[in-house]
């Protein structure tokens, strides 16, 4: 029997989607009518019709579900108690009345923030206090209500289970509805603030990332334009992961690039990145090895090319008289005093302005000194003459580049140079060649600012960057030098700092030598993505190497089931015997992870060889559309999956003694939402033994 308030909440909904599918009708009419009443004014008739075609769209996609929650907020001074739905897009009617309020809209914030009782939020026009009487949320599906409950915090476990127990694939789509408040205050931090966010594996760095762009275009929309908002992820495989969510929160034409591609497209030249995996494997084997690497991202890098920047600078000047005919006209004394008279912020714009103002300067020079005939001929070829000379001196940055590292001696105080001189040459060879690697880009970056100006990517004004601790000190000031008119949303985990070579150790050397006092460090220690077993094992690690221990929200699963093996046919026996299970309870999404590429293809082929359809997924590939797959723990950082299986978790494969094997044994233990198997050989890595007493 229903009671009262559900048949209200019913009637509610009905409301609702009828005047939702009347909104709906008006725009296709007002579609149709747009040719007519724009006949004379193409611009007016394309830019209406893109407003109409984009409403429509967002609204088809909501009507099914047109809001999640509801709010009763009683201002102070007014009689009449406000009744909002609370919904992924706000919908007005012909005569502006509230149908559903948009979940980024400033009264929306009480929904995520507030207690039932006093409350106020920050309107454009003011702080508005009132009392907040009532927040509902609802589970409504293909426009039938099926449930709703009345909660006083959205920061409940019990509420979150239903959407933290949904598979992979719908999770980034269903946050909108349980945004926690350390989120909220994240996302809806001010476009003008630089925020880095220490976040926990699981803790919803990707999606707080990403609905915060949404927030900040939504609120932003007279000022700022989508196109001047930019999405830095660590590879192309988890740019298109994530290149669907941005449309569904109603954010269209923002950017999202890998660093390198970010670089590629700055620099204008067709480079190609080394792979990176032979040098993971190498920093895996040998966390002291790649000492270089670490070097050319380090802010040391930065000031040996700032040094040899003021010398390329002194050496760009005349070197001799300009002469017509043997006949000296203008001594070079004259142009090197000009010349080195002027000071700009890049070589480009200061050979600019030099040469303008040397032709002024000279002209000046030339009428004192020659007159008639022969005083235009000398404004002619000096004109000429000069434009030429300094059109040869405005460098390219690849082969200034090479320069610089060609001399890189002279500019470094490099403890035993001779062990990185190998290195050095063999990258000079490779850029030669247009290969670089990533521990360039930084270099390249920030070559290009200095010695031409990139005026095009002034126009950005935010940048959001995942999986950050991936960056070294200098990648981030070479975009804070490349992006100067951007703010920045930083999101990474340092427990998650596999490439160790150029990773970055703490997040205060990053505020403090790219921001200054200009930026805020928070923290989200609370896991929503796996269960409390799966976590709880998981901080086995991250307590053994002294780092931050995830929180999980209080959702119960199996525990987790380590399994021994004898040899290989045992290993792969087990690994089938798993999948088998994780199919019969519906997982959609399925990983083996293991600790590097070979051993993810010889599993692969093993499984192929007995008829079991599993895809390899490499740094090549660029999408996962779900099933079984093989996959390297580096490669599944950032992503999530219903179940896991560890291949193999023994000390032999990783060595308890290094950060960057436990790490990475981290990460994979923290990538499924659900179930977890975690085979080894032998002894069990050391951080796990208690968990196999």
């Known amino acids: 029997m229903e009671s009262d308030e559900f048949q209200k909440e019913k009637h509610n909904l009905e409301e609702i989607l009828k005047k939702y599918k009347d909104i709906m009708e008006y725009y296709d009419l007002r579609l149709d009518a747009i040719p007519r009443i724009y006949k004379d004014n193409p611009i007016m008739m394309e830019n209406s019709f893109k407003m109409y075609v984009g409403k429509l769209r967002i ?45 980024r809209a400033p009264i929306s914030s009480m929904y995520y923030d507030s207690n039932l009782g006093r409350a106020s939020y920050e309107a454009p026009e003011g702080v508005c206090k009132g009392e907040l009487l009532l927040k509902r949320q609802y589970d409504i599906e293909d ?9 006083d915090t959205v920061s409940n476990d019990e509420l979150l289970k239903p959407y933290l127990n949904a598979s992979a694939d719908n999770r980034l789509k269903n946050i909108v509805s349980t945004i926690q408040q350390e989120q909220n205050e994240i996302i809806r931090e001010p476009i003008n603030k630089n925020i880095i966010i220490q976040g926990v594996a699981g803790s919803g760095k990707t999606t707080v990332a990403l609905h915060r762009i949404a927030y900040l275009v939504y609120n932003n929309r007279y000022t700022i334009k989508p196109n001047q908002y930019l999405v830095i992820g660590p590879n192309k495989f988890f740019v298109n992961y994530i290149s669907g969510v941005l449309p569904d929160l109603d954010v269209e034409n923002v950017k999202q690039l890998t660093y390198e591609e970010l670089c590629a497209e700055c620099l204008n030249e067709d480079i190609k990145l080394i792979d990176e995996d032979k040098k993971l494997i190498t920093s895996i084997s040998n966390e002291n090895l790649l000492n270089y690497e670490k070097f050319k991202v380090s802010m040391k890098f930065k000031e040996a090319i700032d040094k040899f920047i003021l010398e390329l600078d002194k050496n760009i000047i005349p070197e001799k008289d300009i002469e017509i005919k043997d006949y000296i006209v203008i001594p070079e004394k004259i142009i090197k005093d000009i010349y080195n008279s002027i000071q700009n912020s890049n070589i480009y ?13 000279l002209y000046k020079y030339i009428e004192e000194n020659y007159d008639g005939i022969m005083e235009k001929e000398v404004k002619s070829i ?31 105080n490099f403890e035993q140079f001779e062990t990185i001189e190998l290195k050095v040459q063999n990258n000079i060879k490779n850029i030669k060649q247009r290969k670089v690697e990533f521990e360039d880009l930084s270099a390249l970056i920030y ?8 005026e095009e990517y002034r126009e950005y004004r935010q940048v959001a960057i995942d999986e950050a601790q991936d960056f070294g000190d200098f990648n981030f000031f070479a975009l804070k030098t490349l992006l100067k008119n951007a703010t920045f949303s930083i999101f990474g985990d340092l427990a998650q700092s596999i490439y160790q070579y150029r990773g970055i150790d703490n997040w205060n050397e990053v505020k403090d030598i790219s921001f200054d006092d200009k930026c805020e460090i928070k923290y989200l220690l609370k896991s929503y993505r796996t269960t409390t077993e799966i976590m709880n094992s998981a901080n086995n690690i991250t307590n053994y190497i002294n780092l931050n221990t995830a929180k999980p929200v209080i959702r119960h699963g199996n525990l987790v089931k380590y ?23 519906g997982y959609k999404t399925i990983a083996i992870i293991c600790k590097d590429e070979a051993e993810a293809i010889n599993i692969n082929k093993k499984l192929y060889d007995k008829n079991i359809v599993v895809n390899n ?47 990475l044994l981290y990460v994979a233990m923290t990538r499924p939402l659900h179930e977890l198997n975690v085979l080894y050989k032998d002894n069990i890595v050391k951080p796990l033994e208690v968990e196999v007493k």
Not at 63 to 81: C, M, S, W
Request: aromatic fraction near 10%; glycine fraction near 6%.
């Open 59 to 103: 609204m088809q996609k909501n009507v099914n579900k047109p809001y999640f929650a509801r709010i009763d907020f009683a201002r102070d001074g007014e009689e009449k108690t406000e009744k909002l739905y609370i919904g992924k897009v706000g919908v007005i009617d012909e005569e502006n009345n509230n149908i559903t309020i948009d979940w």
């Open 349 to 361: 714009e200061t050979i600019k302005s030099k040469l303008d103002r040397t032709n002024i300067e």
């Open 617 to 663: 997924i490499t740094n090549s590939d660029t999408q996962y559309n779900g099933g079984i797959c093989t996959i390297t723990s580096y490669l599944a950082k950032g992503l999530e999956f219903d179940g896991v299986v560890i291949a193999n978790a023994s000390e032999e494969k990783y060595n308890s003694n290094k950060d960057i094997d436990m790490k």
């Open 143 to 151: 426009g039938i209500l099926k449930s709703f409950q009345d909660v």
């Open 382 to 412: 000096c004109k000429t003459s000069l434009k030429k000379y300094f059109d040869r001196l405005i460098p390219n940055v690849i082969n200034t580049y090479i320069k610089f590292l060609t001399n890189l001696k002279r500019y470094i």
């Open 447 to 454: 070559l290009k600012c200095k010695l031409l100006g990139i």
């Open 563 to 585: 399994i021994s093996y004898n040899n290989e046919d045992d290993q792969i026996g087990n690994i089938e015997n798993i999948l088998e299970k994780y199919k019969e309870n």
